[in-house]
Nanobody
């Protein structure tokens, strides 16, 4: 069992920055890939960024160059640094984990939903005003 708790959401003007954090607890040693997903009102959920234990990452084209994903396994924490925020970034942001005994998953496959994540947090709301 893995528990994920997001924090760091809030309201920011366009062009600003936020850093989201996700604290993981429980059986975290098999969390080979961790990621951020978001869902805006009336829209489907989309993958934002995924990072696996070996450092491989997958990033959505819509945020590439603006967002950066990182993880600190010693602290069991996942981060998403969001810069140059746009109104279209407004969404509920969810942290998710994929468990495995080895680095067998392609982060792009997780990002697009080809493979589903195993655990999800409850989300943190990000609102960007223009």
């Amino acid at each position: 069992q893995v528990q994920l708790v997001e924090s760091g959401g809030g309201s920011v003007q366009a062009g600003g920055s936020l850093r989201l954090s996700c604290a993981a607890s429980g059986s975290t040693h098999n969390n080979y890939c961790l990621g951020w997903f978001r869902q805006a009102p009336e829209k489907e959920r989309e993958g934002v960024a995924v990072i696996c234990k070996d450092g491989r990452t997958g990033v959505a084209d819509s945020v590439n160059g603006r967002f950066s994903i990182s993880r600190d396994d010693a602290k069991n924490t996942l981060y998403l640094q969001m810069n140059s925020l746009k109104p279209e970034d407004t969404a509920m942001y969810y942290c998710a984990a994929k468990t495995a005994h080895s680095n067998q998953y392609d982060p792009d496959w997780l990002l697009t939903g080809y493979y589903g994540m195993d655990y999800w947090g409850k989300g943190t709301l990000v609102t960007i005003s223009s």
